[in-house]
C-alpha cells in the first residue's frame, strides 16, 4: 500500500531542519522511511494508532524515539452547565508578561522536549509562539486575582481546540481547570469542543471527562532524525 510523508514547513523553518510527518494505520514503516529520506528529511514524525504494535516496534528499531502517547477526547460542553468553581476572565496582551513563565513551565511536558535533537530554549520560544496565537486568534481564560494557570484556545470549523491548558501544582483538584475551560467555551460561544493530552495523565483525562468529554483516539507518536536510522 502507498504511504505519504508531507512536509511540515512551519516546523521545519523554525527548527532550522527538513521535517516531515506522516500517519500510519499498519505496519509500512520501512516504506515510510524510505519515502522520507527520497524526500531528503532530516526528521520525520511518525503518529500511529497506539494499538499498531508491530509497527511501533519497527518505527523503535529503525532509530525513531517515542516521545508520546496521547489520546484525543471530544464532546459538547454547555458552558452554562459547569459550575463555576472559581472567579475566571478572559485574558489580554496585558496578562502575557505573567503567563510566559507559566507556558515555559507547560512546555517542559511537551512530546518537543523530549526530542534530545530539540534546544529546550527552541521549545519554550515555540509555546510562547502557540500562546501569542491563542491571545490573538483565540481566547487564553485565567483565573481572577492569582497567576495559578490558564488556557488557551481557538476556533476550529465550528468548535473549540483546546491547545493550552496549565494549572500549578498547588491549585489542582479545586476547580480550576474546569472553571477556565468554562470561561473559553462560553467566550468563543461554542460548544463543540476538542483536546489532547497525554494517555499518562490521569487528572487531565478525568477533568475533561467530568465536563463530558470522551476517548475519540489513541495515538503514538515517534520522531525519527534520518541520520539516527538504523539501516
Known amino acids: 500500500m502507498a504511504t505519504t510523508v508531507l512536509p511540515r514547513p512551519w516546523d521545519s523553518t523554525f527548527f532550522g531542519a527538513r521535517i516531515f510527518e506522516t500517519h500510519l494505520s499498519d505496519d509500512h514503516v520501512d516504506d515510510v522511511i524510505d519515502e522520507a529520506a527520497a524526500a531528503a528529511a532530516e526528521c520525520l514524525y511518525l503518529f500511529v ?23 484525543e477526547l471530544g464532546g459538547r460542553i454547555d458552558p452554562a452547565a459547569v459550575a463555576a468553581d472559581a472567579p475566571t476572565r478572559t485574558a489580554t496582551r496585558a496578562d502575557r508578561a505573567v503567563l510566559i513563565p507559566q507556558v515555559r513551565q507547560l ?5 518537543f522536549a523530549r526530542d534530545r535533537r530539540i534546544p529546550d530554549e527552541k521549545v519554550g520560544e515555540m509555546y510562547e509562539i ?44 479545586h476547580g480550576l481547570g474546569r472553571a477556565l475551560i468554562r470561561e473559553v467555551v462560553s467566550s468563543l460561544a461554542v460548544s463543540e469542543v476538542t ?31 534520518l541520520h539516527e536510522r538504523n539501516l
Open 195 to 225: 483536546v489532547v493530552t497525554q494517555i499518562g495523565n490521569v487528572a487531565a483525562q478525568r477533568l475533561y471527562q467530568s465536563l463530558g468529554l470522551r476517548s475519540r483516539t489513541t495515538l503514538a507518536v515517534l520522531h525519527l532524525w
Open 130 to 173: 502557540w500562546l501569542d496565537r491563542c491571545l490573538d486568534e483565540g481566547v487564553v481564560a485565567v483565573p481572577i486575582g492569582s497567576d495559578s494557570g490558564f488556557v488557551g484556545a481557538r476556533t476550529d470549523g465550528g468548535g473549540a481546540q483546546i491547545e493550552l491548558v496549565y494549572v500549578d501544582a498547588a491549585s489542582r483538584g
Open 49 to 71: 494508532d497506539a494499538g499498531e504494535v508491530a509497527a511501533i516496534d519497527t518505527a523503535v528499531r529503525s532509530g525513531a524515539r517515542l516521545v508520546d502517547l496521547r489520546v
Open 107 to 111: 512546555s517542559v511536558e511537551s512530546r
